[in-house]
């Protein structure tokens, strides 16, 4: 179980971890649970969402339905109701992804951390993989520098900029070969997005 106590902490666990049902408080500080749903929903995060709140309003309960959730339970709620909850939701969750992680005509193989474009199969290191699997999975997207340095080192104090740009630089260059469109595009000043058209 993961567990954030703030609204950045919970959308970059949402987006960063394989998770069944997300329990969303709408009252969080920094960034507010609605708020936080709408942009898993706008990166196309499809995992279930049931909201939390004290908020019993018809109105709250609307708009929380509408921003994205699954489900809505008020405070205060019996355990077992929320269980039952998480079950029914968890029911009607998407089929798993496929296998292989895809953009254009790049493939990713969590099973093997290799890497197909076109004819060529390149292998990656863990590293490598870790930051090209975020940034597949927010493909049109700019994926912050923090992120990132989160997702491939877990937070480690002693990574810095320095590292995720050597890593990238060395991705890029297993991506992209001459001739082929550049893939992996960086955003200056705030990190790198993974699309087709140039920046």
């Known amino acids: 179980m993961l567990v954030a106590y703030d609204g950045d902490r919970a959308l970059k666990l949402a987006l960063a971890a394989e998770i069944d049902v997300i329990l969303l408080d709408v009252m969080l500080p920094r960034t507010d649970g609605l708020s936080v749903l709408r942009r898993l929903r706008e990166a196309r995060l499809h995992t279930p969402v049931i909201i939390v709140s004290a908020?019993?309003?018809?109105?709250d309960i609307v708009q929380g339905l509408?921003?994205?959730?699954?489900?809505?339970?008020?405070?205060?709620?019996?355990l077992d109701i929320l269980l039952a909850r998480v079950r029914a939701v968890a029911r009607r969750a998407p089929a798993p992804q496929p296998a292989y992680l895809t953009f254009a005509d790049l493939k990713l193989n969590p099973g093997t951390y290799q890497m197909q474009r076109g004819d060529r199969t390149v292998s990656l290191t863990r590293t490598?993989?870790?930051?090209?699997?975020?940034?597949?999975?927010?493909?049109?997207?700019?994926?912050?520098?923090?992120?990132?340095?989160?997702?491939?080192?877990?937070?480690?104090?002693?990574?810095s900029d320095a590292n995720l740009y050597?890593?990238?630089?060395?991705?890029r260059s297993k991506i992209t070969q001459p001739g082929e469109p550049e893939l992996l595009h960086t955003i200056r000043g705030v990190g790198y997005s993974i699309r087709s058209e140039s920046c």
Not at 66 to 75: C, E
Not at 166 to 171: C, N, P
């Open 55 to 59: 908020r019993d309003a018809g109105s």
């Open 66 to 78: 509408d921003s994205g959730a699954d489900d809505y339970l008020t405070k205060p709620f019996e």
């Open 128 to 159: 490598e993989f870790v930051l090209l699997e975020t940034l597949i999975r927010r493909a049109g997207m700019v994926v912050p520098r923090q992120v990132l340095l989160e997702e491939g080192w877990g937070g480690e104090s002693d990574v």
């Open 166 to 171: 050597f890593f990238v630089r060395a991705l």
